[in-house]
């Protein structure tokens, strides 16, 4: 018997075919069992059975009798989650007791630090944590890739809303790599509220703070772990550090301040120099500056070329010699 095309279900959710050939065997008294090749459901589910004289033909079970048999079924079924459920209850009920006991506060405040194992978990823990906020959020975004997911995007944008109109700020610290990324940009422009934004050379892995109560950081290099921070001193030390690189960042949104180009040579290409000397790898220096690879190669070739040098041993020496490190700190 071919059933070739035939989705497979189960018995208590019939297919199109099936119900169609059921269907005329009920108004005709029976069919072919050729009929039945492309539905094998049928036999199976106990709706057809072959006659007992002629068992090329396939008569139809009473609608009424098959509905109740599926139904008894599904009901079967049913009772046994639940009592699958019940076992699970008592099996964990009292590991429970003992995580409670082993994680339970002193204070009564909430737990001091929280993994949380996933994405969806992370962005539910920080909508949940922004729902209760009334003062401000401080966001430090080092990458571009949080602007390719446009599910993520979608969600912050949202919830950020919400906050600035409850009268809250928003302050939020990016590399000079995204400084004209068009995700970036265009979240401001549509934002409406107290917003601003600045940049750094680098800045430190993803950092949201919520009230200065409550802070979220990355514990895998992947993002799909985090930590949700809740213990006073840590958020402390989270505030000061965005405190201390607010201050030092060139404003991006919603005054833009040009950062300077001296002798030729870009900001983002001082930086890479800066790296380039310390001894840093292209990926290390790309994952510290927020870019791609081939864009961090692109600024060496430059580099290469504005200080004639030949060499990656002879670019360092180069920058070492030309001043553009000083420069930088003039040029702030």
């Known amino acids: 018997m071919s059933t070739e095309g035939h989705r497979v279900h189960a018995m208590d959710d019939p297919c199109e075919a099936g119900t169609e050939v059921y269907a005329r065997a009920l108004r005709e008294g029976r069919v072919r069992d050729t009929d039945a090749e492309s539905a094998p459901c049928l036999?199976?589910?106990?709706?057809?059975?072959?006659?007992?004289?002629?068992?090329?033909?396939?008569e139809p079970a009473p609608p009424a009798t098959a509905l109740h048999r599926l139904l008894r079924a599904i009901k079967d079924r049913v009772a046994e989650e639940r009592r699958r459920e019940e076992r699970l209850v008592t099996a964990f009920e009292p590991l429970l007791r003992i995580a409670e006991r082993q994680t339970a506060p002193t204070s009564g405040s909430p737990l001091a630090i929280t993994v949380l194992s996933n994405k969806d978990r992370i962005n539910i823990a920080i909508t949940e944590a922004m729902a209760g906020a009334s003062q401000e959020?401080?966001?430090?975004?080092?990458?571009?890739?949080y602007y390719d997911q446009r599910g993520p995007h979608v969600v912050a944008f949202e919830r950020d809303q919400s906050l600035l109109d409850r009268g809250a700020r928003i302050r939020t610290l990016y590399p000079h790599t995204l400084r004209h990324a068009p995700m970036a940009i265009a979240?401001?422009?549509?934002?409406?509220?107290?917003?601003?934004?600045?940049?750094?050379?680098e800045v430190t892995d993803r950092l949201v703070l919520i009230d200065r109560s409550v802070a979220f950081i990355?514990?895998?290099?992947?993002?799909?772990?985090a930590l949700e921070i809740r213990h006073p001193a840590l958020i402390a030390f989270c505030a000061?550090?965005?405190?201390?690189l607010w201050h030092l960042a060139t404003p991006m949104y919603p005054e833009t301040v040009q950062l300077p180009v001296v002798d030729g040579v870009t900001p983002r290409q001082r930086a890479?120099?800066?790296?380039?000397?310390?001894?840093?790898t292209d990926t290390t220096i790309a994952d510290r500056l927020g870019m791609n690879v081939r864009t961090a190669r692109v600024h060496i070739a430059k580099l290469a070329s504005i200080l004639g040098s030949e060499s990656r041993a002879q670019l360092g020496y180069l920058i070492g010699q030309s001043?553009?490190?000083?420069q930088e700190g003039s040029a702030q």
């Open 43 to 58: 036999i199976d589910a106990g709706l057809l059975h072959p006659v007992v004289e002629d068992p090329s033909w396939l």
């Open 137 to 145: 959020l401080l966001c430090i975004q080092p990458h571009t890739n």
């Open 187 to 201: 979240r401001y422009e549509n934002l409406r509220g107290d917003v601003e934004a600045r940049t750094l050379d």
């Open 218 to 225: 990355p514990a895998s290099r992947d993002l799909t772990t």
């Open 240 to 244: 000061t550090t965005f405190d201390r």
């Open 272 to 280: 890479i120099a800066r790296l380039l000397v310390l001894g840093h």
């Open 323 to 326: 001043g553009i490190l000083e």
